[in-house]
């Protein structure tokens, strides 16, 4: 028996085409990157390592100064490294050390400027390199302010002698080893601030598409 059919509107054909052409969209990653490590899981260990840095630095002065005599070389390498205590006005190479009360100015910048950036970081080299800068600075800056001949003209205590040439001390290390890795990681691209990943919030994840 005949059934009675009309046949298709283009409205309704279209209408199918869309229902069987249309693909749900994709639902939302169900991990996304976010910015950084918590912070605070890294800033402790940091000011930690800046502060071995600091007791280091000030006990080696110490030794030095308990052992040495002053401008008296003794050999530990030959006569490439030796142990001779001097003390610096100045800064590198005894340069400006008439003005020793700015190199201290400088040096409290330079310590406020390390800070901020040390509190920003959560990237585990970064946070050595940046640890390592922080702490020879405050420990630079402590000789400033605290030693002979008085607060704000302190001298620095030297006593590594390289190739006689140049008379530093840990701070130096700390200080150019800590530049030399911020320049290195810089170049190979990595961030001051390590990315980690985590759930998404499923509130936030868009709603699948059903057919009509």
């Keep these: 028996m005949p059934t009675d059919e009309s046949p298709p509107t283009p409205a309704s054909s279209a209408h199918a085409d869309s229902s069987r052409t249309a693909e749900p969209a994709p639902a939302a990653s169900a991990e996304t990157p976010i910015e950084t490590r918590p912070i605070r899981r890294v800033l402790p260990w940091t000011l930690v390592w800046a502060a071995s840095i600091i007791l280091f630095d000030q ?4 030794w030095a100064e308990a052992t040495l005599e002053r401008g008296v070389g003794v050999p530990v390498i030959g006569d ?3 142990w001779r205590l001097v003390y610096n ?3 590198a190479f005894g340069i400006g050390g008439d003005y020793t009360w700015i190199l201290a100015i400088i040096a409290a910048i330079a310590v406020v400027g390390i800070s901020i950036f040390v509190a920003r970081i959560s990237s585990v080299p970064w946070a050595l390199a940046g ?16 030693r002979e001949p008085g607060f704000g003209r302190g001298e620095i205590v ?18 150019v080893s800590g530049a030399i890795a911020i320049v290195l990681l810089s170049l190979l691209g990595v961030s001051p601030r390590r990315p980690v990943r ?15």
Aim: hydrophobic share 40%; no cysteine.
């Design 59 to 62: 006990g080696t002065k110490y």
């Design 89 to 91: 006005p100045g800064a």
């Design 131 to 146: 640890g390592a800068m922080l702490g020879g600075a405050i420990s630079h800056l402590g000789d400033r302010l605290f």
């Design 198 to 212: 985590r759930e998404q919030d499923p509130s936030l994840a868009a709603p699948s598409t059903g057919t009509h």
């Design 158 to 175: 030297d006593f590594i002698d390289y190739f006689g040439v140049f008379v530093g001390n840990v701070t130096d290390i700390a200080l």
């Design 80 to 82: 490439w490294i030796e």
